[in-house]
C-alpha cells in the first residue's frame, strides 16, 4: 500500500498506424486527459507522476497532444 506508482506512458491515439488500428477523436482525446487526472489514484499521493506519451504526434504514434504540423490538439 505504501509504494508509489510512477505512470510513465499515458496517451490515446487519434488515428490509425500500421501498428495501431484502435483510436479515439481529438475531443474523445482531450476528455480521456481530464478524466485520467480526475481519479482519485492520480490525485492522491500514490501517484505523484504521469507522463503523457509523446508530446508531439508522429507517423507510427500520433497520440500526442501536438499534431505533426505543430497544431495544438484539444487535449
Not at 490515446?12 to 484502435?22: E, G, I, L, V, W
Not at 506519451?53 to 507510427?60: E, I, S, W
Amino acid at each position: 500500500p505504501k509504494t508509489r506508482i510512477f505512470v510513465t506512458e499515458a496517451g490515446y491515439t487519434t488515428k490509425a498506424t500500421p501498428f495501431r488500428t484502435t483510436r479515439v477523436t481529438n475531443r474523445q482525446q482531450a476528455t480521456y486527459l481530464r478524466q485520467i487526472f480526475r481519479l482519485a489514484p492520480v490525485r492522491s499521493q500514490r501517484v505523484p507522476t504521469v507522463v503523457w506519451f509523446n508530446m508531439q504526434d508522429n507517423a507510427d504514434w500520433p497520440a500526442g497532444l501536438i499534431t505533426e504540423h505543430n497544431v495544438n490538439k484539444p487535449s
